[in-house]
């Protein structure tokens, strides 16, 4: 199975609200995540990262929040613009020198 | 900066034909990284090299699926012969190194076998 799933396949919001996505992670021993966001016919695109010893990472619009104790990762997108439509992929790493391993995605829309 | 390239970007093939794909990762990134991805699904990862070597290749179906990085710079990844269940999206990434680097993908290679 996956080691890495996200709650909901689909998320669908107004322009201008928040959005959040989360994301449960199965390794505890995962030492950094990263949030991609894909468009049709594109490769992933890095949004945010964030390393283990930290709980809590903001970049432009977005914020990504880790809970190990229950081994949960979200992203939370401020003021969502239709722009920001596209497919969302949490992925943990197991250890350093080791690739990502991703979930399945969360599809957003964003509605004017 | 240029980012990622591959090539082509979509390819059609037929059952036990062979074919391959191309990347040039990011000038100066050491790690190169080829990933599956089926439709509806996440990439998963079939080979890491760093430099021109090895890093992970456990998911690689190696009796039909082969990628080579020459002098450490461009890779190509190969299947031959091809089956129905290879058709996803092939795509290269690249990172600087293997410790807290982000991962920059290329646009994918769309592959179909009939």
């Known amino acids: 199975g996956e080691s890495v799933g996200l709650h909901l396949p689909t998320l669908s919001v107004q322009e201008g609200d928040n959005s959040i996505i989360n994301c449960a992670y199965s390794n505890s021993a995962s030492d950094y995540f990263i949030w991609y966001k894909q468009e049709s016919g594109k490769g992933p695109q890095f949004i945010i990262d964030?390393?283990?010893?930290?709980d809590k990472r903001q970049g432009q619009r977005v914020t990504v929040l880790l809970n190990k104790t229950v081994k949960h990762l979200s992203l939370q997108i401020a003021a969502t613009q239709p722009g920001d439509s596209a497919v969302y992929f949490c992925?943990?790493?197991?250890?350093?020198?080791?690739?990502?391993?991703f979930g399945k995605g969360t599809t957003l829309s964003v509605s004017s | 900066e240029a980012g990622v390239a591959q090539s082509p970007r979509y390819k059609i093939i037929e059952k036990r034909q062979s074919v391959a794909f191309w990347c040039n990762p990011i000038s100066g990134h050491a790690t190169l990284y080829w990933y599956q991805q089926i439709l509806g699904q996440g990439p998963k990862l079939l080979i890491q090299?760093?430099?021109?070597?090895?890093?992970?290749d456990s998911q690689l179906p190696k009796d039909r699926f082969s990628a080579e990085r020459l002098k450490g710079v461009d890779s190509t990844l190969k299947i031959q012969p091809a089956k129905l269940e290879d058709s996803a999206v092939y795509l290269c990434?690249?990172?600087?190194?293997?410790?807290?680097?982000?991962?920059?993908f290329g646009p994918g290679t769309r592959l179909t076998v009939l």
């Open positions: 090299f760093q430099n021109n070597g090895v890093v992970d």
């Open positions: 964030i390393r283990s010893n930290m």
């Open positions: 992925a943990e790493r197991w250890q350093a020198g080791t690739a990502l391993i």
């Open positions: 990434a690249s990172s600087q190194g293997l410790v807290y680097f982000e991962q920059f």
